[in-house]
């Protein structure tokens, strides 16, 4: 039988080298705000303006309130959910006349 040759050795394992790491299982991040339903997403920040993915690091937001703020609180005009793989509000006609409303009266009252 005839030695191999340590060359063909070096060889032999750099070509498996190259193909390994093909093999090996690989984590995937999910970028921000991912999702696959609407059970995957709540709403964050101090006054629950923000919609995300409840797997995504807990958010933090400056504690204010603005008058706005109601329309995300009315489910009939908004609500968290899952689009297109993103967590983001979903709007519903009257949605943009409430904030409208809503942040003209920022400029005439001051909450206190």
Known sequence: MKPISPLF??????????F????TPQKFENPPDFCTDNSM???????NTLCVSVQDE??????????EYACYQ????????CVEHKCQWITQ????R????????NNQIPIV
């Open 20 to 23: 390994l790491p093909a093999c």
């Open 93 to 96: 006609p009257g949605f943009d």
């Open 58 to 67: 807990p958010v933090f937001t400056t504690c204010e309130y603005k008058y």
């Open 41 to 47: 997403c709540i709403t964050s920040g101090c006054s």
């Open 9 to 18: 050795v070096f060889l032999l394992v750099s070509l498996f080298s190259l």
């Open 98 to 105: 409430c904030m409208q409303e809503k942040q003209a009266l």
């Open 74 to 81: 009315n489910k009939s005009l908004a609500t968290c959910g």
